[in-house]
């Protein structure tokens, strides 16, 4: 096979027995920029998104990137370039939005915790819109615009408590979570909202969960969400807008989600039946639009036989890729210029002093010391939760746009890491 690809990695393909990202070999990046390296391809995110614009086409619909789930500005830029809008949880990431040329006026601003100051950054940018999450934090919201003599636009985030069927720590739609406003509430904190002079209700938002592989969870919860709001306007209080969240889910390991645009049709098709298809629509992915463009390449260190395992170890860690540490979650692993030869079953290790890190269990590999393996799929939620522990300096990224290779990180060095700190003297 000269030319074959992956599973789950829609841009990474092997030719001649290297492994390419759309038209650059990820050995020579590895070689010429170090490991852990991550490499992100611009094709990918770009037909990602196009599975939604398509979804979308001939309705009022704005796509609201998450940033959180990748906020590297040169991954921002690309989104921001093709029209997307930005949901973001802090105002550390409205920055980030305008370093890198968004357009502040389609920002959404989500999250339980917003504080004062984050809430007054948004304002005087000039954001579209806070997500809001209880009525505590109406309250404050009203205080902090009328001490700027404005009216804050605010959609609410309701809790329709259906079941994402993904992993606990990712679900975020049913009644024990921190998230949003409980479906029975709803109306009430829509009342609470109207009537506060800092505050100008323009919609509704809810964001069930993550890693989400199935339709009927969206189908359940844009039932609930248009029962909400066909009880909120029969109080007298009009909803432009409807933004139906994030969270679905890619392909990690087989995993068969919808395709965005199969998704949409179906959802559109219930909104249609509804009464609301030309509403504006908003919706926030996260995951989908970057997960499946990114790579992470690590050198394999050591390879340590053992009585009940053998371990690979390998130069990335969880402090670079957290996602198996913290939800068990699961990551292809390939190597860059695959050999041939007996496969032996390794758990794939970093460095860092933890049992918990880990990159793959139970991985059959035919490997040596000093190859480079590709881990697939880390495009969402790797480099955006990379820490410093064990002070290891965060990795360099690039972005691959055709045969031309972009660093849009330099890595961190030691002297990065303590330029915040001081001795006592
Ligand atoms: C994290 C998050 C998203 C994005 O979720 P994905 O699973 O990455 O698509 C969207 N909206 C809100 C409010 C979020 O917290």
Known sequence: MTHATLAGAPFVALQNNDLYLEGVKLADLARTHGTPLFVYSKAAMLSALAAYQRGFAGRNARICYA????????????FAQAGCGFDIVSGGELDRVVAAGGDVSKVIFSG?????????????????????????????LSEVALSLGKRAPVSIRVNPNVDAKTHPYISTGLKGNKF??????????????????????TGIDCHIGSQITE?????????????????????????????????????????????????????????????????????????????????CLTEVLYLKPGEQKNFCIVDAAMNDLPRPAMYEAFHQIVPLTPRNG?????????????????LGRDRSLTVQTGDTLAVLSTGAYCMAMASNYNTRGRAAEILVDGDKAHVIRRRETSADQMAMESLVS
Not at 67 to 78: G, H, T, Y
Not at 345 to 354: L, N, T
């Open 215 to 295: 339709t009927t969870p969206y189908l359940d919860a844009m039932d609930r969400v248009l029962d909400l709001v066909q009880a909120i306007e029969a109080a007298g209080i009009p909803i432009h807008h409807i933004d139906f969240g994030g969270g679905l889910g890619i392909n990690y390991n087989g995993d068969t989600p919808p395709e965005a645009d199969a998704l949409w049709a179906q959802l559109l098709t219930k909104l249609d039946a509804r009464g609301y298809g030309q509403r504006q629509l908003m919706i926030e992915p996260g995951r989908s639009l970057v997960g499946n463009a990114g790579v």
């Open 342 to 358: 007996d496969a032996v079953v390794y758990d794939v290790v970093g460095p860092i002093c933890e049992s918990g890190d880990w």
């Open 67 to 78: 940033m959180k789930a990748n906020s590297s500005l040169a991954v921002l830029q690309v």
């Open 112 to 140: 339980v915790g917003k504080t004062r100051a984050e809430m007054r950054q948004a304002l005087e940018a000039g954001i579209a819109c806070f997500n809001v999450e209880s009525d505590a934090e109406l309250e404050v």
């Open 180 to 201: 949003g406003v409980a479906h029975e509430r709803a109306l009430q904190t829509y009342q609470r909202a109207a009537s506060l002079p800092g505050l100008h209700v």
